[in-house]
Structure formats: C-alpha cells, structure tokens
C-alpha cells in the first residue's frame, strides 16, 4: 500500500514538473506539449475510437505472433534437448541468432513478405522464439529425473510422457522465456508497426509525428508502456510466482 | 516367546532352493514365485576400475509377501530395487516377474520413492489418476478409483489439495493411493517413510501394513530401519556390503497389525541389528579411513576386471 502511495506521489510530481516546465514556455507546443493536451489527446482517442482500434490490431497481431512462437519455440526446446546431435548443430544456430537485435530482421521480411501485416508477425515470431526455445531446452534439461522415472513406472513414454511430465515439469524454465520473449516481441511489434506503415499502434505513433502532433505521439507512447507494464507485471510476474510456488520453488 | 524362526542361510544356489522349498510348504498356493530374481550382478564404471555392487543376487518374492530389504548404506539396495522396476539394467542374471521377464519399466511393479515424486502441476486427486488416465480409463470411472484408494489413506478430504499444501507424511500416502490405484502386481517401495518423523512413520506403518492386510499385494520394501523391517515384514532379506550380496534371511512370525513399540518387535531388531553390526562395521571402515587402511581398502572396492565373468552359471 505504501508502495502504492510512494509511486502515485512521484508521478504526481513528475507531471507537475512538466507542466511548470510548459509553462515556462520555452518550447513550443509541438515539442513540449502539456499534461493536458496529452491527457485530453488520449481521453479524445479513447472516444472516436482511434486508440482502441489501434490496441485492438497491435494486441491482434501479437496473439498471433506470440502464439505461434510458444508453438514453436517450446517444439525446438524439446528437439535441441532430447537429441544430441540438434544440440550441437540447432542449439548452436540458435545462442547466436538470439544476440542478433529482432530488428535486423526487418529488411528479410520486407523482401519476403512485403509490406504487410505477415512481415510484422514474422517480426515477433523472430523475437520471441529464441528466448522460448532457449528457455525451454534448459528446462527440459533439469526436469528432476526422479519424476521421469515415476512416471516410467505409471507407464508414461514417448510423446505423452513429454505433454504429460516433462513440460509441466519444464514450466518453471519456460515461463521465464516466454516472459522475456513476450517482452522481445513487444518490442519488435513496435519497431515493425512504426517502420512498416499500416496500423497499429505504432502507425498511430508515426501519424502524430507527420501531422506534427507531439501529444499524439506521446499519448500513443504512454498506452505502449502502459500494456507492457500490465503484461508484464500483472501477468507473466504473476504466473510465475504462482508456478514457481506451485511447483515448491519458492524458500519459504 | 519370540515365534520367528531364524533361518539364517547363507545364499548360495543349494541353501536356497532349500529355503525356497520351506517358504512354499508353509504358504499353499505360492508354487510359482511372483518376484524371481536369478544371478542378478550389477557394477558401476569408478575411478580406479568397474566396482561390484550387487553380486549373483538370488531372490525368490511369493504373492502376497511382504519381504523387507535391509543391509548398510551403499550396499545396492536401490539399486536392486531399480532393477526390479525396471528402471536400471543389470550387467547379468535376470528377474522374472509374474512369470513374465523384466525388461524395461511396467505398470505391474508401481515403484514408490523416498520423496513421494507427485507431480506439483496436478492436484493430489489428478495425481492419483495420472496412471490411470495413461491406461486410457475413462474420466468419471477413474475419478472413482482415485476417490477410493484417496480414502484407503485416508485423504479424501484432500482431493482438491495441491501438493505443496500437504505434508511429508501425506505426499506419501498419496504416493501409496497412486501406487495402489494402478492395481499392480507388486508394489516396489525404496525407504518411503525414512524422510519422515518418527510419529508420522508410526502411522504410517499402520497404515501400510492395514492396506496390505486389505489388498494382499506383494511388496518390496526397501529400508536401512531394522526396526521398522521387523514391523512390516514376513521375511527379511540382509544384503552385505561392497559387493551385495544375499546374506541373510529372517522369517518374522509375530501377529498384525505390529506396532514398532511392541516389546517383541523390539527384542526381533536387537537380534537381527547384531548381525548387521559386523557389516556396517566394515562400511564404516571403508567410508571412514579409506586413506589410512589399506587392508580394508582392498577389500572394500573389490576391483574386479571387467574381462572376468562374475555372472557365470546362467
Ligand atoms: N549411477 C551410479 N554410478 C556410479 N555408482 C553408483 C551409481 N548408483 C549407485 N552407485 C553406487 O552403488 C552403490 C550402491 O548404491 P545404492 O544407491 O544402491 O545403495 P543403497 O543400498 O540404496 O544405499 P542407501 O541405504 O544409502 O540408500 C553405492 O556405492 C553407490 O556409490
Ligand atoms: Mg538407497
């Protein structure tokens, strides 16, 4: 509660300083626009809607993108544990294509798919896979061998002991890559919206800047931060805790 | 006032066939051994060369017995556990189980471990289902079975419990009621109460040996507790040390349920604690001062070269 208070209080001030610095005017509107142009911008947004279609393609493409690299991410994890040889040969292509920054990505895309929304999901396919597939191979690799080998004695093998033992066994790792994943993807959802112009969010970002509405580009910037924060902290920090609680990972 | 008769026989091919002679006349019924185990050897890679763990095990089980294992720490009893469940491979001999040979993990030998190894992502009554659901019985039919074996333990109130809710002494009664609901030959049971107080383990060997009374089912129960074998077994089997061997056989003949209190179960483990004593002696001596006595040394490892058959006269 406390906490709550601190943050309220700071941010409260920090908007203050901000308008005392517009008043001050020594930058024009369109750089420095006040709290309240930016407030009514966003409250203005919310009611023709632009905002919320925005939020509604971005949130879109990112399901899906999202959604297909835990697919596929979680299959590679697998394959690069459970065989040796993908461990060396996979395994290896992957630990270095992860140090490449998701948006080197982009001009491959281009030329693949064009201009398009599949080029932007293909963007945050090849930011969140990697941690996915990364994250769940060590997963794998240290599900206790004791569970293995009771399930054995269940009767579990081939495909069933692996969606029934080791993944949920995994989850702990996994969770933790599809939590820096989500936040990869996020950001290179943002970063293939503002450079691949149609929609979204970021397209919304690139509009303010041509119409040289500073307050556009700010609102649209605090409804960025404001879903990576909810993601972020109200769900993957959540569920984390939650499974690692569950699977008795937590000191207690 | 003690009725057990000691049948203290070395296990050599001969003695044995002797002994496995008496246990059939005093059971009808158990001409043909559930559990078999024929010349079983077994070596681990080390250091200095392959070292003996288990070596020419013979072992008969009958249906329905309740045969502790017990002998000093190291001296392969897990591991001859495992090769029972089929979980370890043994360089040579065999085990039989209800007439079939066992290669390889199965749902007639369920192994219950010293941490009760539930699954924390499954609540205790989707655990006691896991293998049920694995043989492919249908939803409501193996909720009913779960339900059943949960009161069995006594945990019905707790099928909707997660697992990090409960405590040591229950993970392991839903470890039993998971054991138990696949309905196997043979329960296979490596030191699971060991981890637990004395108070829950007192419990707990109630509980046990009523179920047994109950379901008749044969069980190998693995522990490093004299005291704990004499309340729970018909038979106890001795295992020496460095390399295993059968060393002795004790027959135990008091009436259930026993208590571990009980003066005759207690005066039982004074007994058959002596004879362990010489060998948890000659462990100590190897764990110890493995550096300082050579003599022991050499005994202790046993370094056998691999080229050597030990398995021979199968
Ligand atoms: N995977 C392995 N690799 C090498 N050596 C092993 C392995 N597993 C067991 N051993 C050795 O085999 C011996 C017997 O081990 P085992 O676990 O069967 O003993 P135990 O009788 O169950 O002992 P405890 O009462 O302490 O549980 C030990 O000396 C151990 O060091
Ligand atoms: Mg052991």
Redo the contacts between chains.
């Keep these: 509660m406390r906490n709550v208070a601190k943050r309220v209080v700071f941010f409260l001030m920090l908007i203050g300083v901000w308008e005392l610095v517009y008043l001050c005017g020594i930058w024009p509107e369109y750089v420095l626009p006040s709290p309240v142009s930016v407030g009514k911008t966003l409250v203005g947004g919310f009611q023709n809607r632009t905002l919320l279609i925005g939020i509604g393609i971005s949130m879109k493409r990112i399901a899906i993108g999202y959604g297909i690299s835990i697919g596929i991410g979680i299959f590679l994890g697998i394959v690069i544990a459970r065989f040796r040889i993908l461990e060396d040969t996979l395994g290896a292509l992957i630990s270095g294509l992860q140090t490449l920054p998701t948006i080197c990505w982009l001009p491959l895309a281009l030329l693949w798919f064009g201009l398009n929304d599949r080029a932007i999901i293909f963007l945050v396919i090849m930011g969140a896979v990697l941690s996915i597939a990364i994250a769940t191979d060590s997963g794998v690799k240290n599900v206790p061998s004791?569970?293995i080998?009771?399930?054995?004695?269940?009767?579990?093998k081939g495909w069933?002991l692996y969606l029934?033992?080791i993944i949920?066994?995994a989850?702990p790792h996994i969770i933790i890559g599809m939590k820096q994943g989500w936040s990869f993807a996020w950001r290179s959802l943002m970063a293939g919206e503002l450079l691949i112009v149609c929609l979204g969010l970021g397209h919304l970002m690139m509009i303010g800047r041509e119409l040289n509405d500073m307050s556009q580009v700010i609102a649209v910037m605090i409804v960025i931060i404001i879903i990576g924060i909810v993601v972020d902290r109200l769900f993957f920090v959540k569920v984390e805790k939650r499974i690692r609680?569950?699977?008795?990972l937590t000191k207690s | 006032m003690l009725e057990g008769v000691e049948s203290g026989i070395p296990a050599t091919a001969d003695n044995e066939k002797i002994y496995g002679g008496v246990a059939t006349a005093e059971r009808p019924g158990g001409t043909q051994p559930k559990l078999c185990i024929r010349h079983v050897s077994k070596s681990f890679k080390s250091v200095n060369g392959s070292a003996y763990v288990l070596e020419d095990i013979n072992l008969e089980i009958r249906e329905g017995e309740f045969v502790c294992i017990v002998g000093p720490s190291g001296c392969g009893k897990t591991t001859l556990l495992n090769i029972v469940a089929g979980l370890e491979k043994a360089d040579s001999g065999e085990v039989w189980s209800n007439g079939h040979k066992v290669n390889g993990a199965g749902t007639d030998r369920v192994v219950i471990f010293q941490e009760a190894a539930l699954f924390p992502w499954l609540n205790v009554v989707k655990n006691v289902e896991f293998g049920l659901k694995l043989k492919g019985i249908n939803a409501k039919q193996r909720r009913e079975t779960a339900i059943q074996y949960l009161k069995m333990v006594h945990l019905s109130k707790f099928q909707k419990a997660h697992i990090h809710e409960l405590s040591g002494g229950m993970k392991q009664r839903v470890a039993i009621a998971r054991a138990l609901a696949m309905n196997p030959e043979m329960l296979l049971m490596d030191e699971p109460f060991s981890a637990l107080d004395a108070q829950t383990r007192w419990i707990l060997h109630f509980e046990l040996q009523n179920i047994w009374l109950k379901t008749k089912k044969t069980i190998m129960f693995v522990t490093h507790n004299i005291r704990e074998a004499v309340c729970l077994a018909d038979r106890i089997v001795m295992l020496s040390t460095t390399p295993g061997r059968v060393k002795k056989e004790f027959q135990i003949e008091l009436p259930r349920p026993r208590d571990d209190n009980d003066i005759n179960v207690a005066e039982y483990s004074t007994k058959i604690m002596k004879e362990l004593k010489s060998e948890i002696t000659k462990v100590m001596q190897c764990e110890m001062d493995a550096d300082s006595c050579v003599e022991c040394d050499i005994k202790c490892t046993s370094v056998i070269p691999e080229k050597i058959d030990m398995g021979g006269g199968i």
């Design positions: 004791l569970y080998r009771a399930a054995k004695t269940m009767g579990a069933r029934e033992v949920p066994a989850l609680e569950r699977w008795g």
